[in-house]
């Protein structure tokens, strides 16, 4: 009794992961450029608007890779954005009057996105794969 095997597909599978693996960096900056793209959309939400220089001071930094880590900056370059961040003193001729408290624009952005982190990777995985096996 013999039984043939058809290895072709298995052979087309193999040339499909070679071709994933090499794939492997855009994909991941693919999924990096997503998260901070949404982070930072959230962070301009939560920007308070007086004059709205504030809100326009937000950018991106290009995302970078560091051994087996990427990073990326969002920041703001608006000269007051820290104080506005994290709060600060109201001092008038020398005498601190008070404490103004800061709104967390970035940082609670930044938790929010946190929680996304896993289901935005998996997104951008799955349309990978299926974009490659189909």
Do not use: C
Not at 5 to 10: K, R, T, V
Not at 23 to 50: F, G, H, W, Y
Not at 64 to 75: F, H, M, Q
Not at 112 to 129: D, F, K, M, P, T
């Amino acid at each position: 009794m013999g039984v043939k095997l058809d290895i072709g597909s298995l052979k087309d599978f193999k040339k499909s992961l070679e071709a994933f693996d090499k794939d492997r960096d855009e994909i991941i900056k693919t999924a990096i450029n997503d998260i901070s793209n949404r982070a930072l959309r959230l962070a301009m939400k939560r920007t308070p608007v007086d004059t709205g220089f504030l809100r326009e001071g937000w950018y991106l930094g290009a995302i970078k890779r560091n051994g087996n880590s990427y990073e990326v900056e969002i920041a703001n370059n608006t000269e007051y954005a820290e104080y506005v961040e994290y709060g600060h003193r109201q001092v008038i001729n020398g005498v601190t009057l008070g404490w103004t408290k800061g709104q967390f624009m970035l940082t609670i952005s930044i938790n929010l996105i946190e929680e996304e982190i896993e289901n935005i990777v998996n997104r951008s995985l799955s349309n990978s794969i299926s974009r490659r096996f189909k």
